[in-house]
């Protein structure tokens, strides 16, 4: 029952002057809800119910939810990686804090197990940007030589001035470059988020990930084992 009431609410409340009024409240009070919303603090009942009302009917998502797939993000991202040729990166029903892709281009041109590299988005809330990272999965035994050449060129990313230098990039998950790009949710009603990530692409990340990916071609296609990939790859 529970389950149908807000299904109702989704598809009715959009035009109701309630939603009008809580998008109001949320444009002038939003760095005092950001926190409420946060901070999860004890409610009175109906405060609880109006806080609740609030954070549901707002395009304002807690960072680590910002990509749940009940969320009217990762629709938009999605429409817009696959508009760009973009292939999207496997999620799990639960993951709601990442969300990656590869350019079409270099996922096609080799076997989809040697991928070691991906392109990740993740929403920062205290700054209100995403943060496009470009990075290298963990290694396996499939990836690990397509790993080590791009690990081994980390300094010409760096150098080459795409992206922000990652200066402490981890060890299992290894971040190379990044981009913060300004994106603030509660700025935009529902029925423009796929407009404004489809512009978000066109103008911060095509630019960023097209250059990437020349770098990234030019060291993989340098490997000796690379011909032999690519043969092996058409004859399957």
Not at 34 to 57: A, D, G, M, N, Y
Not at 206 to 213: A, D, I, M, N, Q
Request: with cysteine; aromatic share 14%; hydrophobic share 40%.
């Amino acid at each position: 029952m529970q389950d149908y009431v807000d299904a109702l609410k989704l598809r009715l409340l959009p035009e109701n002057d309630y939603v009008d009024l809580a998008r109001l409240i949320l444009r002038i009070h939003k760095d005092e809800l950001r926190q409420v919303f946060s901070e999860t603090p004890t409610f009175q009942r109906r405060e609880f119910v109006t806080i609740s009302f609030l954070e549901k009917h707002s395009s304002f998502i807690r960072g680590n939810g910002f990509f749940s797939k009940d969320k009217p993000f990762v629709e938009a991202f999605k429409s817009a990686c696959l508009a760009f040729g973009y292939v999207l990166s496997p999620r799990g029903d639960r993951q709601s804090i990442y969300f990656g892709f590869w350019p079409k281009s270099l996922f096609c041109a080799y076997l989809s197990q040697e991928i070691a590299y991906c392109f990740t988005f993740r929403f920062n809330d205290d700054k209100q940007s995403l943060n496009l990272k470009f990075g290298l999965n963990p290694e396996t035994p499939e990836n690990s030589v397509h790993r080590q050449a791009i690990l081994s060129n980390t300094y010409r990313f760096h150098e080459e001035g795409a992206g922000i230098p990652i200066r402490n990039p981890g060890a299992v998950h290894v971040g190379v470059l990044k981009i913060d790009i300004p994106f603030a949710p509660m700025s935009f009603e529902g029925d423009q988020i796929i407009t404004e990530v489809s512009s978000l692409f066109s103008t911060y990340v095509e630019p960023f990930v097209r250059s990437v990916s020349i770098s990234v071609e030019d060291v993989l296609e340098r490997q000796p084992c690379h011909r032999y990939y690519q043969a092996e790859r058409q004859a399957i």
